[in-house]
């Protein structure tokens, strides 16, 4: 029994730390926001030398072969700059093509998407359906050996710098459509997070050869599913450790009455509920990612209570740091809106608390106890 | 990273789960006075102790078995899965042992340990006074010197058990004009004198689990000072951070054992054409709980794997003791709303759900966020000595 990082583990957090640190100072993530695609290429290329792209891909197709545990490590540090960048929805695809792809597609798309030369995108949600986790609308249409699809899928991270997408249909698959394909629009949304851009994608008639089909069914997506899960619920904590510190910092600074309004207890109980909760959420990421690499198995309900409690924490808590702040905290000039933002946005993504602890009901009263304990 | 118990952790689950499951006495007797569950608990301490299994947490030179760690985690959480009694001498075990222990003479700890370890004298914990609850502190209970004696004259309360106690864990206040951290001692009272008497409090569930203990020119020798007069407030220490540490995984195991009669509740209770167990609003507040419990499980790993490393707990512990009374709360609360107009019956009323045993719970729970270190406390303790803000006073 060991919980904490290993020496390797904290050498990953730490370079994360210092290189996101310099990259996406509070200028540089309003610039990015403020732009067009919302899409920093200089950053992505350091991300990708630094070997992030394929962080938790494997090494046979040119990622790092590292666990989702080190995969939770980047993502924390992710959050806690609220760095705009498209490695999540690019980790994803990853992760996909991983458990579902064919050797030839993995050589194909995974290789150049491990080294960060190309970048995916799950297209998931069909636009105007009940967004629900695995359950898609989009009909797979038959065109000889091949697919054509139609519809419009929505809700798309990252759309302007992705390649390809990865887009479901109800019949479990996922195809590999390249952005450029004909019959294919990329229509962006207002997201209310400008630091991580929502696109609709309009499927026209598009026909996807044979062997751009992933084999992989449903099944195979929800190891994908929950990875993801886990990867959220770590940048959730991550923007609720930074906004925690920002508030304490602040906290101690701030003097009225004659006093640091850290002294007075409406304001340091809140500080520390906003501790609970970012510890909660760490302690319930980081036990759901050992559980990925070590005992899968119990993997489903360790993600669902991971994204549940970090869906709540990942907004809450910046939330509370915004009421610390007082008027400061509401003004665009500072920097929490745009963790407030985020973590609203990642409450509501693969599933909101709500979804995951109907999923946590499923199993424990169904019997099933906590993972790991028995 | 490994959440994972080594081998020989294992076969210390497996000694301790045969070992109890072997000679486990059965539920306390139901109905009893507290005179019969005492004597029902003494008996088991014995058992306890003839297998080494009393005071797990002391050192093998001191008649403990000198488990790690992460043994004593696995020994409370395995005691309480299997809804094992408490022993007799439960604050001698966990919180006087470990002091004389770490604080007592030679003398002190060949007079006192032995007779702890196999509960043949009951300790008590005299803190708490009618005027000193969170703020310690400011304790009025005075001993005076007389010779090689002290004279205390002062009331405690809150005190558990004193009707029963041999010994009493008593600070009080030696030195008036001292700044007051500093002007404290820590006595070991011999409760069985005409000078003490005890009273039950009784609290809002009608029974009387606390005492009020009251010293009218008490005696205690010098002989009796543990770790020096003056030093009471750092002694004292010492034996909350003991409790604290020993208390959280028996207290995460009993919540899971809540936990699951609480879904079993939720499946029984017809609610809506099905069951409380079908109802959405119910289904989520289930699942928030067992979400909690879990991170609380996690947490006091997170914790345990750096008290290892660092060798002495730290102010996080509190956020452990908070989360448990929280989740306690909430979890009897939720059970109430599950029985519905049928909460409102109690133990000996027919028609009382499980016997009205959530009602007792739910009233119990209320304690949770005041007993070992109020809610509101533990909050300005991780204000101040984790966040490192400004202290109000």
């Known amino acids: 029994m060991y919980f904490d990082l290993t020496d390797e583990q904290q050498a990953i957090k730490q370079t994360a730390h210092d290189f996101l640190a310099s990259r996406f100072k509070s200028e540089r993530l309003r610039e990015i926001a403020a732009s067009d695609s919302g899409f920093d290429e200089s950053g992505w290329k350091e991300m990708a030398e630094l070997g992030w792209a394929g962080l938790a891909l494997p090494e046979e197709w040119g990622g ?9 490590v980047l993502f924390e540090e992710l959050g806690y700059v609220c760095a705009p960048s498209p490695l999540l929805s690019n980790t994803i695809a990853g992760l996909a093509l991983a458990f579902a792809g064919s050797d030839a597609q993995k ?25 629900e986790p695995n359950k898609f609308a989009l009909a797979a249409g038959s065109n000889g050996d091949g697919t054509v699809l139609s519809g419009e899928k929505t809700l798309v991270m990252d759309a302007a710098s ?37 696109s609709s994608v309009r499927l ?63 304001v340091s109980h809140r500080c520390a509920q906003m501790l609970l909760e970012t510890e909660n959420s760490r302690s319930a990421v980081y036990g759901a990612a050992w559980a990925a690499d070590a005992e899968p198995e119990s ?76 | 990273m490994d959440l994972t118990l080594s081998p020989s952790e294992e076969e210390f689950r497996e000694e301790v789960r045969t070992w109890l499951q072997e000679n486990h006495p059965g539920p306390e007797p139901e109905g009893a006075g507290l005179d019969e569950v005492m004597q029902f608990r003494r008996e088991w301490q014995l058992k306890l102790h003839g297998a080494g299994w009393a005071g797990i947490s002391w050192p093998k030179e001191y008649g403990g078995r000198g488990a790690t760690m992460i043994e004593q985690a696995i020994f409370a959480a395995e005691a309480t899965r299997q809804e094992a009694p408490a022993p007799a001498n439960v604050l001698g075990l966990a919180m006087g042992g470990p002091v004389v222990i770490a604080h007592g003479t030679d003398e002190q700890k060949a007079r006192y340990l032995e007779p702890i370890l196999t509960g043949e004298e009951i300790w008590c914990q005299g803190f708490s006074e009618p005027e000193s ?51 404290l001692t820590y006595f070991l009272m011999d409760m069985e ?126 956020l452990g003791k908070w989360q448990w009374a929280d989740i306690n709360q909430d979890l009897t609360e939720l059970a109430l709303e599950i029985e519905g107009a049928y909460s409102t019956l109690a ?47």
Request: charged letters at 20%.
């Open chain 1, 64 to 72: 790092q072969g590292l666990g989702i545990v080190d995969l939770a």
């Open chain 2, 133 to 183: 609850g969170s703020d310690l502190a400011s304790l009025k209970t005075r001993a005076v010197k007389d010779g090689d004696e002290w004279v205390v004259t002062g009331q405690k309360v809150w005190t558990t058990f004193a009707q029963y106690a041999k010994w009493c864990m008593l600070v009080a206040r030696t030195d008036p004009d001292a700044p007051k951290h500093q002007g």
């Open chain 2, 347 to 393: 133990r000996g009323s027919e028609h009382a759900v499980a016997g009205g045993a959530w009602q007792y719970s739910f009233l119990r729970s209320r304690a949770n966020s005041i007993e070992g270190g109020t809610t509101d406390i533990l909050k300005n303790i991780i204000a101040e000595r984790v966040l490192g803000l400004p202290r109000l006073r």
């Open chain 1, 162 to 198: 992705a390649d390809f997408f990865l887009v479901a249909t109800a019949d479990g698959h996922r195809h590999v459509v390249e952005k450029g394909a004909e019959g294919v629009t990329v229509v962006p949304e207002e997201s209310i997070d400008p630091t991580r851009r929502l």
């Open chain 2, 193 to 318: 004198q005409d000078a003490v008497q005890t009273r039950p409090l009784v609290q809002i569930t009608g029974e009387g689990e606390f005492n009020e203990v009251f010293f009218e020119e008490a005696r205690v020798p010098d002989a009796n000072v543990v770790g020096g007069v003056g030093n009471g407030w750092a002694v004292a220490i010492t034996t909350l951070m003991n409790e604290r540490a020993g208390l959280a995984f028996g207290a995460i195991s009993q919540i899971q054992n809540a936990l699951g009669r609480l879904s079993k509740l939720a499946q029984e209770t017809p609610s809506n054409g099905g069951t409380a167990a079908d109802d959405p609003y119910f289904r989520q507040r289930i699942a928030q709980l067992h979400i909690e419990v879990e991170t609380m499980r996690l947490n006091a790993y997170r914790g345990l794997t750096k008290t290892m490393q660092s060798g002495i707990p730290g102010p996080e512990g509190s």
């Open chain 1, 299 to 374: 993997l489903p309900l360790a993600a669902s209570m991971a994204k549940a409690y970090a869906s709540d924490a990942g907004w809450r808590v910046p939330d509370a740091a915004i009421q610390v702040h007082g008027g400061i905290g509401f003004t665009w000039e500072h920097d929490l809106h745009f963790f407030l933002k985020r973590g609203r946005a990642n409450a509501a993504t693969f599933g909101d608390a709500k979804w995951h602890r109907e999923r946590v009901a499923d199993a424990v009263l169904a019997g099933a106890t906590a993972p790991a304990d028995d």
């Open chain 1, 107 to 131: 050589e194909r798309w995974l290789a150049p998407l491990a080294l960060g030369e190309l970048r995916g995108a799950p297209a998931l949600i069909d636009a105007g359906v009940l967004a």
């Open chain 1, 204 to 266: 026209e008639d598009v026909r996807v050869a044979a062997e751009n089909t992933l084999p992989g069914g449903t099944e195979d997506y929800w190891p994908v599913f929950q990875r993801a899960c886990v990867a959220l619920a770590a940048e959730s904590t991550g923007l609720a450790q930074r906004s925690l510190e920002m508030s304490v910092s602040y906290a101690k600074d701030r003097q009225q009455f004659g006093r640091p309004i850290g002294a007075y207890q409406a």
